[in-house]
């Protein structure tokens, strides 16, 4: 009888102990994670027909989760860069692709993925304060960033300016799009937003939210939502290039605590 006691006083720290370790691993991998090579919160502008941009997107998440689901890596010290391609093809049509690579913590440089997309506007109307525009993505990662591989995304986007443009608004409302492994045929929220200040021709500042509440529907537990909010400074003084810096603070539990940003842009004439 003792032994029999003493064999249920060790399983059951034992049991205890798997217990948290699998609810460590649900919230590590539980929400899809906002996307990590892309911080950016669309603008409803098309390139005119024929002329061609680039951007760099580099993101470092300084301090992150450090447990994920195999096959995924854990987010904590990785750093991405990804370089963007678009061209306009008619006044309400641009197409564009995305080249994704990741720098892990052990200095190892790895293929990421590959995106296309392509953006449909409203072709601006100089008395409307309002930008109109949907962006369509297909996206196929490595296991590594997304173990089910295949994804879309749909970014429906909208924008304000006021009178005389000192304040920018916008909205992109995304549904990402499950395509295989275990959410194919899943629909999940993760809208984006944005606000700033605008000193005309010079600079702007703001704030940029992100955020995934998981399937529609079936949303998330609130601890394993994510929630960002970014501080974000605009260069608006180079007429053909661009640049986004900013610093982003995960608000749950789910969310990396700390990320870096950057976006360098050029558009050609």
Same mark, same amino acid.
């Given at each position: 009888m003792n032994g029999a006691r003493g064999s249920h006083r060790l399983a059951r720290p034992r049991l205890a102990a798997v217990a948290a370790a699998l609810a460590v691993l649900h919230g590590a991998g539980a929400a899809? !994670?906002?996307?990590?090579?892309?911080?950016?919160?669309?603008?409803?502008?098309?390139?005119?027909?024929?002329?061609?941009?680039?951007?760099l997107h580099i993101n470092s998440v300084i301090e992150g989760e450090r447990q994920a689901i195999a096959p995924e890596l854990?987010?904590?010290?990785?750093?991405?860069?990804?370089?963007e391609g678009a061209i306009g093809i008619?006044?309400?049509?641009? !197409?564009?692709?995305?080249?994704?690579?990741?720098?892990?913590?052990?200095?190892?440089?790895?293929?990421?993925?590959?995106?296309?997309?392509?953006?449909l506007a409203v072709p601006a109307?100089?008395?409307s304060r309002f930008g109109w525009a949907v962006n369509l993505e297909l996206a196929?990662?490595?296991a590594a960033y997304d173990r089910d591989r295949w994804g879309g995304?749909?970014?429906p986007i909208a924008t304000w300016s006021s009178a005389g443009g000192a304040v920018y608004a916008a909205v992109n409302p995304i549904v990402d799009l499950g395509l295989a492994g275990a959410s194919q045929g899943e629909l999940s929220f993760e809208p984006a937003a944005t606000i700033c200040y605008v000193v005309a021709n010079l600079v702007s500042?703001?704030?940029?939210y992100y955020a995934d509440f998981g399937p529609i529907g079936d949303w998330s537990p609130a601890r394993d939502q994510q929630h960002y909010l970014y501080e974000v400074i605009n260069v608006l003084r180079w007429k053909r290039v661009e640049l986004n810096v900013g610093v982003g603070?995960?608000?749950?539990e789910g969310s990396n605590p700390f990320v870096g940003k950057m976006i360098v842009g050029y558009l050609g004439r």
């Amino acid at each position: 009888m003792n032994g029999a006691r003493g064999s249920h006083r060790l399983a059951r720290p034992r049991l205890a102990a798997v217990a948290a370790a699998l609810a460590v691993l649900h919230g590590a991998g539980a929400a899809r !994670a906002v996307d990590p090579f892309e911080i950016q919160v669309y603008d409803a502008a098309a390139n005119e027909p024929g002329q061609a941009g680039i951007e760099l997107h580099i993101n470092s998440v300084i301090e992150g989760e450090r447990q994920a689901i195999a096959p995924e890596l854990p987010s904590h010290r990785q750093s991405h860069f990804t370089a963007e391609g678009a061209i306009g093809i008619t006044r309400w049509w641009e !197409a564009g692709a995305y080249l994704q690579t990741a720098l892990l913590p052990d200095g190892s440089f790895h293929y990421a993925g590959s995106k296309l997309r392509t953006k449909l506007a409203v072709p601006a109307r100089p008395a409307s304060r309002f930008g109109w525009a949907v962006n369509l993505e297909l996206a196929r990662l490595p296991a590594a960033y997304d173990r089910d591989r295949w994804g879309g995304e749909i970014r429906p986007i909208a924008t304000w300016s006021s009178a005389g443009g000192a304040v920018y608004a916008a909205v992109n409302p995304i549904v990402d799009l499950g395509l295989a492994g275990a959410s194919q045929g899943e629909l999940s929220f993760e809208p984006a937003a944005t606000i700033c200040y605008v000193v005309a021709n010079l600079v702007s500042v703001g704030v940029e939210y992100y955020a995934d509440f998981g399937p529609i529907g079936d949303w998330s537990p609130a601890r394993d939502q994510q929630h960002y909010l970014y501080e974000v400074i605009n260069v608006l003084r180079w007429k053909r290039v661009e640049l986004n810096v900013g610093v982003g603070e995960g608000l749950t539990e789910g969310s990396n605590p700390f990320v870096g940003k950057m976006i360098v842009g050029y558009l050609g004439r």
